[in-house]
Antibody, heavy 114, light 107 residues
């Protein structure tokens, strides 16, 4: 059974950093591109970033370029999102998803507030 | 960036109704269009891929279609469990973009 479990969310002050993790199981992690998608409270879904299966290629939405870094450790079957210079508008639930978006984690809430 | 204009934003409907939600792409995306269902407090669920293909485990009352740059999700004979927010997603190019969502609710 495919499982994606996010962790690392919480309350953080504006300008600070936070690193999210997504532990994958039930499939061959290093065969799949992976993505992060976020959802601000009571708002719609927004794609954040994607990383290729081998980590060689990364893609970001404009609003996070230069601040967020997507990465992966295939030996640990884990996806990461390093979020720096956080802003209040980054407050959202962050989901990891497997290529094709057929599988999603349960999400982890990041709240950026002083 | 490709804009996905989704309509309507809200759709009151009755059980047993046939409803249609539409996304219009601002550029050609071929059939790289997916539909998701999201219920309160839950992760999105893939319903349709490749614009017209039913995802695994999705009831046959759901269907997807395409007419030019317009992509539609149709639900035949609406059931109470279908009340949710529906989103389209284009994955033809980066950045991936979602439609704004359609809240399907009981009339």
């Amino acid at each position: 059974e495919v499982q994606l479990v996010e962790s690392g969310g919480g309350l953080v002050q504006p300008g600070r950093s936070m690193k999210l993790s997504c532990a994958a199981s039930g499939f061959t992690f290093n065969n799949y591109d992976m993505a992060w998608v976020c959802q601000a409270p009571k708002k719609g879904l927004e794609w954040v970033a994607t990383i290729s299966y081998d980590g060689s290629s990364t893609y970001y939405r404009d609003s996070v370029k230069g601040r967020f870094t997507i990465s992966r450790d295939n030996a640990k079957s884990t996806l990461y999102l390093q979020m720096d210079s956080l802003r209040s508008e980054d407050t959202a639930t962050y989901y990891c998803a497997r290529r094709g978006f057929a599988y999603w984690g349960q999400g982890t809430l990041v709240t950026v507030s002083s | 960036d490709i804009q996905m204009t989704q309509s309507p934003s809200s759709l009151p409907a009755s059980l047993g109704d046939r409803v249609t939600i539409t996304c219009r792409a601002s550029q050609d995306i071929g059939n790289y269009l997916r539909w998701f269902q999201q219920k309160p407090g839950k992760s999105p669920r893939l319903m349709i891929y490749g614009a017209t293909n039913l995802a695994a485990g999705v009831p046959s009352r759901f269907s997807g279609s395409r007419s030019g740059s317009d992509y539609s999700l149709t639900i035949n004979s609406l059931e109470s469990e279908d009340m949710a927010i529906y989103y389209c997603l284009q994955h033809n190019e980066y950045p991936r973009t979602f439609g704004g969502g359609t809240k399907l609710e009981l009339k």
